[in-house]
């Protein structure tokens, strides 16, 4: 089954949440050890308190790697677990380079029978460094989430500089429309090529959606960051499918105590009602 009919099948199942797995060894909770023992333990211990709300973890390769390769285990470990719960799986990598180095990438996290479905990546460099992660991701139905307008203050810097009349972030969205029409799924008409767009930016990603009507949307930015559902629901289609929401902090941080997973638990329900709320009163508008 392709990439975006995978997707859409485990959102209606669940629900379109995404957690992101940041974990901070300094911040584990209560009983477990601040090592990577402590770290898959936590990981675990996530994926077990969302699963049966949440369609997808988002593993963030940044805070595995800061430990080493026994962190790189642990990821990797991470992904498989999360598979066997059923649970789609985006390394959230945000990888990007050219030529042999661009195709090693894409080889690694979306090579055939890895635990991961989809990766993010950084269009910089062009075309060519897109093309490889949409390649394997065509071949061995996976998917990959292309930066577009990212939920960082300081995004404005660059993605709102001006080309002839309209933004970067604006010209990249229609590229990306561009590039997602390779290869689209049924149920709906959907591509394995998506965009991160985030919620923090709700008036910028209600006109990318316009731009980019058969790309999946990775929403990051809900919670913490400040975005709202009611923002994250202008990344949706009309129809109320074709995203997924990433909240990280908010939900693997929700006590530190003992109580920790039964806290995930409540605040993934939480964020699912609430974008279930913001969905419906978007229909009705």
């Not at 957690?19 to 584990?28: A, F, I, R, S």
């Not at 429309?177 to 049924?186: A, D, I, P």
Request: aromatic share 8%.
């Amino acid at each position: 089954m392709l990439y975006p009919d995978r997707l859409h099948a485990k959102i209606l199942a669940s629900s379109p949440v995404c957690v992101g797995l940041d974990p901070v060894v300094e911040k584990l909770p209560e009983g477990l050890p601040r090592n990577t023992d402590g770290v898959k333990d936590f990981c675990f211990g996530i994926i077990d308190a969302v699963k049966a709300t949440a369609c997808s973890v988002k593993p963030q390769l940044a805070y595995f790697e800061r430990l080493g390769w026994e962190g790189m285990k642990v990821f990797w470990e991470v992904c498989e677990y999360a598979k066997m719960q059923h649970l789609i799986v985006i390394a959230d990598a945000k990888r990007g380079d050219i030529g042999p180095t661009c195709e090693a990438y894409a080889d690694a996290y979306l090579g055939y029978g890895l635990p991961v479905d989809a990766i993010t990546v950084s269009p910089y460099l062009g075309s060519d460094g897109i093309q490889p992660f949409i390649d394997r991701a065509m071949k061995y139905e996976k998917g990959c989430y292309v930066l577009v307008r990212t939920s960082n203050p300081s995004a404005m810097e660059l993605q709102d500089l001006p080309v002839g009349d309209e933004a970067v972030h604006e010209h990249l969205a229609q590229l990306v429309e561009s590039w997602s029409l390779v290869q689209l799924g049924t149920t709906p008409s959907l591509s394995c090529v998506g965009a991160v767009v985030g919620a923090t930016y709700p008036e910028e990603m209600k006109y990318l959606r316009t731009l980019m009507p058969h790309v999946p949307f990775l929403i990051p930015g809900y919670g913490t960051q400040g975005g709202t559902a009611s923002d994250a629901a202008l990344g949706f289609l009309p129809d109320g499918t074709g995203a997924i929401v990433s909240a990280s902090r908010s939900i693997l941080y929700a006590s530190s105590g003992k109580d920790w997973q039964m806290a995930a638990t409540l605040a993934t329900q939480v964020m699912e009602r609430e974008l279930k709320s913001a969905l419906t009163n978007k229909a009705r508008e």
